[in-house]
């Protein structure tokens, strides 16, 4: 492979992620896809945070749907939990959603389960508010 074929798959890998929001009422559904590495971390945070500030405080839940996401750090958790407690904090709960088997395990091995409400659908999550 040529120096300029690596710079460019390296480059695609970095860029491998995204982040959207969607707000339901006072709902506030986050989707997340691609690789939420240490890269992206930061971009996570940031981008959670300002959304979540431009909604005032109405919030009852924030939604991180995971469908998508095909890998994630030990410094993309920390990110994640540190949204958990920010959220907690502020009386927002925090729902993580169909998330893959394989990151399930991460997550079981690394004992963070407890500090997650995880559920396998979208609709599971939802009526858990009502």
């Not at 006072?26 to 939420?36: A, E, F, M, Q, T």
């Not at 979540?52 to 839940?61: K, N, P, Q």
Request: glycine letters at 8%; hydrophobic letters at 40%.
């Amino acid at each position: 492979m040529k120096d300029s074929e690596k710079k460019a798959f390296g480059n695609d890998i970095e860029e491998r992620f995204e982040i959207s929001f969607e707000r339901h009422g006072n709902v506030l559904c986050v989707s997340i896809s691609g690789r939420l590495d240490a890269r992206a971390s930061d971009r996570f945070t940031q981008k959670t945070d300002m959304a979540i500030s431009e909604t005032g405080r109405v919030l009852d839940a924030v939604i991180l749907d995971c469908s998508a996401l095909e890998y994630i750090s030990g410094l993309g958790w920390h990110h994640v939990l540190r949204l958990g407690h920010k959220l907690h904090g502020r009386g927002i709960r925090l729902l993580v959603v169909e998330l893959q088997a394989k990151l399930y395990d991460v997550l079981s091995q690394a004992d963070y389960l407890g500090s997650l409400k995880i559920y396998q659908t979208m609709s599971e999550a939802r009526g858990s508010l009502t």
